[in-house]
């Protein structure tokens, strides 16, 4: 039973299906003839009582179809086009000649003949009319009564267009009025082919299908064109199912094409009248029962493109990816990454292959990259090294020093803007000092050591270590270094006002400077020699003092610089020196002579330094007969003859003769030949800080107008000259500048 059951569902499914398929094929009436030749034969049209609509009907002989009754109206069909409303039909060329030859249709006319249902495309046509001395009109009939003409002419064989266009040299076209029927190609008879007979006997006009005709000058001769054509030209007729609009047609049930379910009115866009149309998702005859078949989608990729699972729907198709990717539409973006079509996934292989070969790409770039990055660590690295930054890691730490900070190169270039030449603040032995501007708006400066060798190396290691130990207010700050280049670079405070040397004798000359200015800056540097020498343990010898290294801030406040020779004592442990370093003028000749620096080799050097403060003389300089005259041996001689005056700068020797002496007694101190004998930095700066202080007493008690002194060089007592404020003024700025 249940087998019998299960068969006659089987049969019946099969034999619906079959019905289905049959049906959905089908574009004729059932029954009627579908094909003639190659062509289908799509109702409404059809051939024989039943099979068409109106007078759409067509005949077929010899496999070749025909308008109406083949018999009657000889007008083949080439095509037609069920749901655009047109087919393509022959029609007739109108000719005129002008000698009487037989089996010519000399008329001079043709009718297009179209019939009900049709009328002549005007979007798809045009009139054509060939011939020389040729007026050509096509009559006819829309709502209107309507003719549009083309003219023609060539007076001899050389006015003939060789190119083949229509351009009225032996053809011309226009266009057509829309709708028309009963239309008529005739010839205007007052231009004939006459005076043209030898080249051109015949005139001829058509309506054919747009771009189908090429002229050629040949078919102007005799009888050719004609043969050519013999079967007429073609031509694309609208037609429609019925003349109403579509808001008319439904309301008749009775007449109304649009028959199948699912399909639907629409109004013919080229011609008067409606036409039917399957819905969406449906296709088929419209104009049959059951001709719109539902269109399964998920067989015609190329058309409904699915990348997910599809699935059929009645006038519609799913597509969907199988888990969680519902947010991709799958009708235009491929799932991940199952029950993708081949197509899909073919196109996933290429996307992979290039997405792999960008990956790689990158992969490459970045490995480069990275190479380059560690090549650069490296340098920097080895750089580091090289300029000690070990030792000085090393040093920092066990010393707990942690105020000196490593800056990156990019930080000094861009305070610095790119070490622009501008910047420069001084350009010495060791190197160039850039004024910088660092991130904070800190001013600094920047000293960029020369290319070094390894004992310059290791004296710039030298200057950071000793610096980074000291913190005195007469010893410039050292705030950090840059070991990651392979020229060092030290940080400092910024001094403003250049250095000693050049306020004596160079850019910043004065030509004026106050004895307290003199003695506070005496005072200070002596100070920070002295803390090197006493406060910092192991002893720290300065080795290369002179007036370039004591740099003045605001107020002549002095900050001994220039750490580069300098050299930390080992307790209980001379140092012997291979390489003596040191300036010529302000070096210690018993340290020349034994190679061994002791703190009382910067004493001797700051006694120079004495010496240049008092008489403005350069440590090596040239006396009136240009012979070059060493600073110290001088003053020691002038000293030794009681000729101090002499020697002593002008300015000054106008002040208290009594501190002068003192001060050159003290400076006479520093200078003694041997080591032993001069006086210890702590001692002289005591000796100073005295000095200074009773001088200032003085100007305290009794204010002088320094300037006017320069004036009246008469007499070494400062009594005489008069009083006035700005000395008084420079004492008091001093003093609270400290
Ligand atoms: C139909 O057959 C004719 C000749 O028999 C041929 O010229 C034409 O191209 C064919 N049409 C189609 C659509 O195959
Ligand atoms: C059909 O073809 C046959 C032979 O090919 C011919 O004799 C006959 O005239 C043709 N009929 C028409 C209507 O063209
Ligand atoms: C065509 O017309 C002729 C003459 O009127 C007639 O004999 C013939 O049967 C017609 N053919 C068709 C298919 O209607
Ligand atoms: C109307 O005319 C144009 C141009 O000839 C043609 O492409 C189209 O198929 C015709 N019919 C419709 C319904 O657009
Ligand atoms: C037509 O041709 C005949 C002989 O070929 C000639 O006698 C007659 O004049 C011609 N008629 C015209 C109008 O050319
Ligand atoms: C076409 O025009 C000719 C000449 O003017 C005329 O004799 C013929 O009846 C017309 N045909 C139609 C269908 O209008
Ligand atoms: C042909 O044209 C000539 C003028 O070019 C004219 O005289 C003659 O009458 C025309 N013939 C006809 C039949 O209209
Ligand atoms: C409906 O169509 C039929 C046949 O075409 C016609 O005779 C009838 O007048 C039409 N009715 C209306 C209301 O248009
Ligand atoms: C320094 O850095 C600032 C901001 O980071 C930038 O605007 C400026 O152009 C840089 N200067 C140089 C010389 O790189
Ligand atoms: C020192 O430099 C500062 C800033 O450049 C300036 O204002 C001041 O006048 C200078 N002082 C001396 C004594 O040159
Ligand atoms: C100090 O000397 C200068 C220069 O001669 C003079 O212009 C000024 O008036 C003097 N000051 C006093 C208070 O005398
Ligand atoms: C310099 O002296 C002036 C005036 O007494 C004072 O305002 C200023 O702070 C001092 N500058 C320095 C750097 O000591």
């Not at 250095?499 to 005496?522: C, Q, V, W, Y």
């Not at 920070?528 to 002893?539: G, K, V």
């Not at 070059?628 to 000054?652: P, R, V």
């Amino acid at each position: 039973m249940a087998g019998a059951c299960f068969l006659l569902i089987f049969a019946s499914t099969l034999l619906l299906a079959s019905i289905k398929s049959s049906t959905a094929s089908r574009m004729a009436k059932p029954g009627c003839r579908e094909t003639c030749g190659n062509l289908t034969i799509p109702y409404p049209f059809g051939i024989g009582p039943g099979c068409f609509r109106d007078m759409l009907d067509v005949s077929c002989v010899n496999n070749t179809l025909y308008r109406h009754n083949s018999t009657i109206s000889k007008m083949k069909i080439y095509s037609i086009d069920l749901l655009g409303g047109q087919s393509r039909v022959n029609t007739f060329i109108a000719s005129n000649c002008f000698y009487n030859k037989t089996n010519f249709n000399t008329d001079g006319w043709a009718s297009l003949n179209t019939g009900e249902f049709y009328t002549v495309s005007t979007k798809a046509n045009k009139l054509t009319a060939v011939g020389c001395n040729t007026l050509a009109f096509l009559g006819g009939f829309n709502e209107h009564t309507v003719g549009a003409g083309c003219f023609s002419m060539c007076a001899d064989k050389q006015s003939v267009d060789p190119s083949g266009q229509c351009s009225g040299m032996g053809c011309c076209q226009t266009s057509i009025a829309s709708n028309l029927f009963r239309s008529n190609i005739t010839f205007d008879l007052r231009f004939n082919n006459s005076e043209v007979n030898s080249f051109n006997p015949c005139s001829y006009a058509f309506v054919a299908e747009l771009d189908w005709f090429k002229f050629k000058p040949y078919y102007l001769e005799d009888d050719k064109f004609r043969k050519e054509f013999r079967d007429g030209v073609p031509t694309v007729l609208d037609w429609v199912a019925g003349y109403e609009n579509c808001n008319e047609a439904v309301k008749n049930r009775s007449s109304y094409a649009c028959v199948s379910k699912n399909s639907q009115c629409i109004n013919s866009p080229n011609a008067t009248g409606y036409l039917c149309t399957c819905n969406n998702g449906f296709a088929g005859n419209p104009y049959l029962e059951e001709g719109c078949q539902d269109i399964d989608e998920c067989s015609f990729p190329d058309q409904y493109p699915c990348h997910g699972i599809c699935s059929n729907l009645i006038g519609n198709y799913n597509c969907l990816c199988k888990s969680g990717t519902r947010s991709t539409d799958p009708k235009k973006v491929t799932c991940n990454p199952i029950g993708v079509s081949e197509r899909a996934k073919l196109m996933k292989v290429s996307i992979g292959i290039s997405a792999c070969a960008i990956l790689l790409l990158i992969c490459i770039s970045a490995l480069l990259m990275e190479c380059q990055k560690r090549k650069l660590i490296k340098e920097k690295k080895t750089f580091f090294q090289q300029n000690g930054g070990l030792l000085l890691y090393e040093r920092i730490m066990s010393k707990h020093v942690d105020t000196v900070r490593i800056f990156t190169r990019e930080e000094l270039e861009n305070a610095t803007n790119n070490f622009d030449s501008s910047r420069e603040l001084g350009r010495g032995g060791h190197g160039t000092v850039y004024k910088g501007i660092l991130k904070d708006n800190r001013e600094v400066a920047i000293k960029r050591s020369k290319i070094m060798n390894v004992a310059e190396k290791d004296e710039f290691v030298q200057e950071m270590i000793i610096l980074s130990q000291i913190n005195h207010r007469n010893v410039v700050k050292l705030l950090g270094c840059c070991l990651e280049v392979e020229v060092p670079m030290l940080v400092y405070e910024c001094i403003p006002n250049g250095t000693l040397f050049e306020l004596m004798h160079g850019k910043n000359r004065r030509p004026f400077i106050s004895l307290d200015a003199r003695l506070r800056i005496a005072q200070e540097s002596a100070e920070a020699l002295a803390y090197l020498h006493s406060s910092a343990s192991p002893p720290i010898i300065h080795g290369d003092v002179k007036s370039p290294n004591i740099l003045l801030g605001d107020n002549y406040t002095a900050k001994v610089t220039d750490f580069g020779a300098s050299r930390m004592l080992a307790t209980d442990e001379i140092q012997f020196m291979t390489l003596v370093q040191g300036t010529i003028g302000y070096l210690d000749p018993e340290y020349l002579q034994e190679r061994q620096l002791t703190e009382k080799s910067d004493v001797y050097s700051f006694g120079v330094v004495l010496l240049e403060l008092i008489t403005r003389k350069f440590a090596i300089y040239s006396d009136g007969a240009g012979e070059k005259k060493n600073l110290a041996s001088s003053f020691l001689l002038a000293m030794k003859e009681n000729s101090l005056q002499s020697i002593l700068d002008q300015h000054i020797l106008e002040f208290d003769a009594e501190l002068l002496q003192e001060v050159a007694q003290l400076a006479k101190c520093c200078l003694s030949m041997r080591g032993e004998e001069r006086p210890l930095m702590t001692e002289v700066a005591e000796r100073l800080r005295t000095i200074r202080s009773r001088w200032r007493e003085q100007l305290m008690q009794n204010p002088i107008n320094e300037t006017e002194c320069l004036l009246e060089n008469s007499s070494s007592n400062y009594d005489i000259s008069s009083t006035g404020q700005h000395g008084s003024l420079m004492a008091l700025d001093l003093e609270s500048g400290r």
